[in-house]
Nanobody
C-alpha cells in the first residue's frame, strides 16, 4: 500500500514563502506522475502542478505559473512545491497525489492521495 505524506504547511504572512514536501513510500507501476492540488474553503479541488517522475518533465495550471514551482528528488521519492509571494487567496489544504495523469492535472487520473497539509496566509 503506497503512502503519501505531505509536510511543510503552516501559517505565513502575505508575501512570504513555504516549501511543501511529499514523501512517497513507493511508486506504483504505471503511476509515474505526481502532482499538487489544493482545495480552498468552499471551492472545488484544483490542480497546481504535476511532474513526470521518470523524466522530470513538469506541467503547471495556467493560473499557477510563476509563483509555484514543482520539483523532485527521485532517489528520495519526494516531490516538493516551492510557493513564493503567497497571498491570502492561497489559503487552502494542499494535497499531494500519485497517478497516471500524463501531465494534464486530470483529477480523475490520481487515485493515491496524501492526507493534506494546511497553508494559511494572513495579511
Amino acid at each position: 500500500q503506497v503512502q503519501l505524506v505531505e509536510s511543510g504547511g503552516g501559517s505565513v504572512q502575505a508575501g512570504g514563502s513555504l516549501r511543501l514536501s511529499c514523501a512517497a513510500s513507493a511508486y506504483i507501476y504505471s503511476n509515474n506522475y505526481m502532482a499538487w492540488f489544493r482545495q480552498r474553503p468552499g471551492k472545488e479541488r484544483e490542480g497546481i502542478a504535476s511532474i513526470y517522475t521518470a523524466g522530470g518533465d513538469t506541467f503547471y495550471a495556467e493560473s499557477m505559473k510563476g509563483r509555484f514551482t514543482i520539483s523532485q528528488d527521485y532517489a528520495k521519492m519526494t516531490v516538493y512545491l516551492q510557493m513564493n509571494n503567497l497571498e491570502p487567496e492561497d489559503t487552502a489544504m494542499y494535497y499531494c497525489a500519485l497517478g497516471t495523469d500524463g501531465l494534464a492535472l486530470r483529477l480523475s487520473r490520481y487515485r493515491h492521495w496524501g492526507q493534506g497539509t494546511q497553508v494559511t496566509v494572513s495579511t
